[in-house]
């Protein structure tokens, strides 16, 4: 079974960067089949995609984000992480990492983490 | 605004059926999959692809997608299927991922 949980400060301060781990356990981040994603909730609003990286180091983000968004894999630890620059108060919100599978004509997310909540505050 | 437009709210009565609706130029290219979100938990997927169900969803859940709008259908509405409700898939490009706005389904 596989499982991820994310990892991180609960607080951010406006301008700084927002960094999260998201630890896989149950598989490998390095199998050529995943899309490994971070998608974010606003409290009390709904969800949206951040952006993936393939196991091969590709990476693929949301065009509204793509200038302050890195997401990157340490296939050693069975991790990937983001990093989000210069948040402000729009970026609180509850993050979750996800494992995405991808076939003819769609595109899902599988297995999620729990989801950690960022409040940026100063 | 979403390339992905879903109904805010939809409400059903136990035992009665219900469909959600995702509508989108994208759909008419790629599948939708849809989420099923309960209050304070990751969302699980429900349906993806053409009609497939991961382990461990009823089969009283499923999908379609006529046209460039796609739905998700449940027959005989439970209490525990009260959550929101996300749809999922591609964007017009074809390059990128959205999300629809949202559905709550309320459970009479």
């Known amino acids: 079974q596989v499982q991820l949980q994310e990892s991180g400060p609960g607080v951010v301060k406006p301008s700084e960067t927002l960094s999260l781990t998201c630890t896989v356990s149950g598989g490998s981040v390095s199998s050529g089949s995943y899309y490994w994603s971070w998608i974010r909730q606003p409290p009390g609003k709904g969800l949206e995609w951040i952006g993936y990286?393939?196991?091969?180091?590709?990476?693929n983000y949301n065009p509204s984000l793509k200038s302050r968004v890195t997401i990157s894999v340490d296939t050693s630890k069975k991790q990937f992480s983001l990093n989000l620059s210069s948040v402000t108060a729009a970026d609180t919100a509850v993050y979750y990492c996800?494992?995405?599978?991808?076939?003819?004509?769609?595109?899902?997310?599988?297995?999620w983490g729990q989801g950690t909540l960022v409040t940026v505050s100063s | 605004s979403s390339e992905l437009t879903q109904d805010p709210a939809v409400s059903v009565a136990l035992g009665q059926t219900v469909r959600i609706t995702c509508q989108g130029d994208s759909l008419r290219s790629y599948y939708a999959s849809w989420y099923q979100q309960k209050p304070g938990q990751a969302p699980v997927l429900v349906i993806y692809g053409k009609n497939n169900r991961p382990s461990g969803i009823p089969d009283r859940i499923s999908g379609s997608r006529p046209g460039n709008t796609a739905s998700l259908t449940i027959t005989g509405a439970q209490a525990e299927d009260e959550a929101d409700y996300y749809c999922h898939s591609r964007d017009t490009s074809g390059n990128h991922l959205v999300f629809g706005g949202g559905t709550k389904l309320t459970v009479l």
């Open positions: 990286i393939y196991y091969s180091g590709n990476t």
């Open positions: 996800a494992r995405g599978i991808a076939a003819a004509g769609f595109f899902a997310f599988d297995y």
